[in-house]
């Protein structure tokens, strides 16, 4: 993709090269109405999955009663996070910055957010660490800093929001991807911990049964207890991950893996929201294949646009383009000795599909206990690698832990598309994984010049 000059100011809104002060403010009473119809609206979108999931079912019920005491309560999160935004929109906290002053703020957040992450890791590794005595003092200076860098990122968190969400309102503009002329649903977000998610697959596949959202401060033992809780059910693998953003409105997203990540995720989960609103969206209640579809597809378009917004706001951290065919042939050979995650992954979902096919479902778990191992080995610390890891990571199907052909379908489908705009246009009518693969015999026949039947 070729590089994008920053606009003037992204606040001031499209096409716009005069400063937020010099330009007319929409009235408080029309902005206020916008704000009541925006929530009402997304309010009820956010509880749609509450309301349209199936019955109650022996295996919700229980799932229910192992998580009593532990389970995130969305409603009161939405409450908050709905309230705090309509007082941002109504005091527009990003109104009169310069382009300088907001990128400025946005990478000192950004800066300040990883430093608070490391601060956190290195706290929880001294107690944890059974030959610390007293890990209250040893930490102490850690937690000093790490409580004056979070009071300092609660007071610009709601700008560097607002400086975000209007740059991707403007990629959003940008790449047609509005709703009747507007950007709908508006690129709403909150710097915050998502809930952790238990997921349960069965032993003798790889399949993504339920899923519950628990609390964000759930710890690696009260982890590793509820899913010894729910794999005494029958048949039941279960794993607890924490994930890295909701698309929820507005959408939860973490603040400490860097600006490049960051703009994908806050692009990711706005295409989750986008899709709320058209079928692909619904389908996503049905699971199965609707769930992967939909997670490939936030995958595919929020890595763009997320590029897009680091090409037009933030060109330096723009990641240097992967070498060609040529230049890799050209390259030096790769380390045979180096331990390859993505690879490593791949052979083992790959492995553990064969051996579950055959039926041997404890085999298959000793083997995902021997790969965990070696993974922990080379520096990767997985906890738990099971039947559920492999349900929650597969539905990323560009991913490693995929071995679905779903992922590598949909990348062909962007490829045919000529645009971002077309190729969300296709997917966005989806329900399923049959009509996916007609959408692509539609688009190869098209890019091939062949007439259609």
């Known amino acids: 993709m070729t590089q994008v000059s920053p606009p003037t100011n992204p606040i001031a809104g499209a096409g716009s090269g005069q400063s937020t002060s010099a330009r007319p403010r929409r009235s408080t009473r029309a902005r206020f109405a916008y704000v009541v119809l925006v929530v009402a609206v997304l309010a009820g979108l956010a509880s749609l999955g509450a309301s349209a999931a199936p019955q109650r079912d022996p295996l919700t019920a229980s799932l229910d009663q192992l998580t009593t005491g532990v389970r995130f309560d969305l409603v009161r999160w939405e409450i908050d996070a709905l309230t705090g935004k309509v007082g941002d929109l109504l005091r527009n906290p990003a109104a009169g910055l310069s382009p300088q002053e907001a990128d400025t703020l946005v990478r000192d957040y950004i800066t300040a957010a990883q430093r608070a992450g490391q601060l956190e890791s290195e706290i ?67 710097f915050t911990e998502p809930p952790q998610l238990l997921v349960v697959s069965p032993r003798d596949r790889i399949q993504r049964l339920r899923s519950v959202d628990l609390l964000a401060d759930l710890d690696t033992a009260g982890r590793d207890q509820l899913e010894r809780t729910v794999e005494e059910q029958d048949n039941l693998s279960a794993y607890v991950t924490g994930i890295g953003g909701y698309g929820v409105f507005p959408t939860m997203v973490v603040d400490r893996y860097g600006l490049p990540w960051t703009a994908e995720t806050i692009a990711h989960e706005w295409i989750h929201t986008y899709l709320a609103f058209r079928p692909l969206g619904w389908s996503f209640l049905q699971g199965g294949d609707a769930i992967t579809i939909n997670e490939t597809v936030a995958s595919i378009a929020g890595d763009e646009m997320g590029q897009l917004l680091l090409q037009t706001y933030y060109p330096d951290l723009v990641p240097p383009p992967p070498p060609s065919a040529n230049q890799a042939t050209a390259a030096a050979p790769a380390d045979p000795d180096k331990f390859d995650f993505g690879s490593e ?109």
């Open 345 to 453: 992954m791949h052979a083992t979902r790959v492995t553990v599909d064969e051996m579950l096919a055959a039926g041997l479902v404890d085999e298959a778990e000793q083997y995902m206990e021997a790969r965990r191992q070696l993974f922990v080995e080379n520096g990767y610390r997985l906890r738990v690698l099971n039947q559920a890891y492999f349900a929650f990571h597969g539905s990323y199907a560009t991913g490693a832990a995929a071995t679905d052909p779903i992922g590598p379908k949909l990348e062909r489908l962007r490829e045919l598309s000529p645009s971002l705009k077309d190729f969300m246009h296709l997917v966005s009518g989806l329900t399923s994984a049959v009509e996916l693969d007609q959408v692509l015999a539609q688009q190869e026949a098209l890019h091939a010049g062949t007439p259609q039947p």
């Open 124 to 190: 929880e590794l001294i107690f944890s660490d059974p030959a610390t005595t007293s890990p209250d003092a040893a930490t102490a200076g850690q937690r000093a800093e790490l409580a004056t860098i979070r009071s300092q990122l609660d007071e610009q968190a709601s700008t560097v929001e607002a400086i975000l969400q209007g740059q991707l309102s403007q990629i959003v503009q940008r790449e047609g991807l509005e709703t009747a002329g507007a950007v709908w649903p508006p690129p709403q977000m909150r």
